[in-house]
C-alpha cells in the first residue's frame, strides 16, 4: 500500500520545537520531490518547505532561518525541524510526495497537528 504517514505533532510553547517525520511505504523519497504543507483553521493549505529530489530546497518567507527540511534516504523519511515556534504557526502539517501518477496534487499523508500556545 502507497501511503504517507506523518508524526510528530503536538502542543509547544511559543518559542519552543518540534520535529516532524514522515515515513513512506511503497514509494521511495529520494526519486520523487517532497515537501511539508500546513493548513491553519479556516484558511487555504499553504507551502511550509519543498525539496527536490536535487536536493534544491525552498522556504516559505514565514518559515525561513526557523524551520529545516531533510530527507533521510536510508530510512525513508522526510522531516521538518521547527524551533522558534510561532503561534502562527498552529496548523495542520500534511506531507506530500509531488508524484503525479497519484494525482494532480501528488501524494498527501493525513496530517499531523501542531498547536503553539502558552
Known amino acids: 500500500q502507497v501511503q504517507l504517514v506523518e508524526s510528530g505533532g503536538g502542543l509547544v510553547q511559543p518559542g519552543g520545537s518540534l520535529r516532524l517525520s514522515c515515513a513512506a511505504s511503497g514509494i521511495i523519497f529520494r526519486f520523487a520531490p517532497v515537501g511539508w504543507y500546513r493548513q491553519a483553521p479556516e484558511k487555504q493549505r499553504e507551502l511550509v518547505a519543498t525539496l527536490t529530489r536535487g536536493g534544491s530546497i525552498n522556504y516559505a518567507d514565514s518559515v525561513k532561518g526557523r524551520f529545516t527540511i531533510s530527507r533521510d534516504n536510508a530510512k525513508n523519511t522526510v522531516s521538518l525541524q521547527m524551533n522558534s515556534l510561532k503561534p502562527e504557526d498552529t496548523a495542520v502539517y500534511y506531507c506530500?510526495?509531488?508524484?503525479?501518477?497519484?494525482?494532480?496534487?501528488?501524494?498527501w499523508g493525513q496530517g499531523t497537528q501542531v498547536t503553539v500556545s502558552s
Open positions: 506530500n510526495a509531488d508524484v503525479p501518477l497519484y494525482g494532480p496534487t501528488g501524494l
